[in-house]
């Protein structure tokens, strides 16, 4: 179980588990805890979420600080967490691009691929995969 306590300043606790920090790595991941144990139902929409705590924010900045600080409090949360594993890695390699130009009207191939055909339900609304 886990208890947050609010008054007298910021605390929180587990029952079980790696005993958790005082000190939290990002003051927006303890902002965030706090704005969410508050809420009805502890759950708020993001859009909610990032005007309470970054109002003077940009939207594209402020939805970067939201992902920061939730990463950032599931870590002070659940110290016991594995670190994510890095990104992979391209797999783009040199003998799967081309860089050439087709030749006009014809369409751009991959090796061992073939070529892409419009589906015919395909339009300007629908997508699809090939």
Same mark, same amino acid.
């Given at each position: 179980?886990? *208890?947050?306590?609010?008054?007298?300043?910021? *605390?929180?606790?587990?029952?079980?588990?790696?005993?958790?920090?005082?000190?939290?790595?990002?003051?927006?991941?303890?902002? /965030?805890?706090?704005?969410?144990?508050?809420?009805?139902?502890?759950? /708020?929409?993001?859009?909610?979420?990032?005007?309470?705590?970054?109002?003077?924010?940009?939207?594209?900045?402020?939805?970067?600080?939201?992902?920061?600080?939730?990463?950032?409090? *599931?870590?002070?949360?659940?110290?016991?967490?594995?670190?994510?594993? %890095? %990104?992979?890695?391209?797999?783009?390699?040199?003998?799967?691009?081309?860089?050439?130009?087709?030749?006009?009207?014809?369409?751009?191939?991959?090796?061992? *691929? %073939?070529?892409?055909?419009?589906?015919?339900?395909?339009?300007?609304?629908?997508?699809?995969?090939?």
């Amino acid at each position: 179980m886990l *208890r947050l306590h609010l008054f007298n300043g910021f *605390r929180a606790e587990r029952d079980s588990g790696p005993p958790l920090t005082e000190r939290w790595p990002r003051p927006g991941a303890r902002t /965030l805890v706090k704005v969410l144990a508050v809420a009805s139902g502890h759950c /708020l929409h993001r859009e909610e979420v990032m005007e309470l705590c970054w109002p003077d924010a940009e939207p594209q900045s402020a939805a970067g600080s939201l992902r920061v600080a939730l990463h950032a409090a *599931r870590h002070a949360l659940e110290p016991e967490l594995a670190p994510a594993p %890095p %990104p992979p890695t391209s797999g783009l390699t040199a003998d799967c691009c081309s860089s050439t130009t087709p030749p006009s009207g014809s369409t751009p191939t991959t090796p061992n *691929r %073939p070529p892409r055909t419009p589906s015919p339900t395909a339009g300007p609304n629908n997508l699809h995969t090939l």
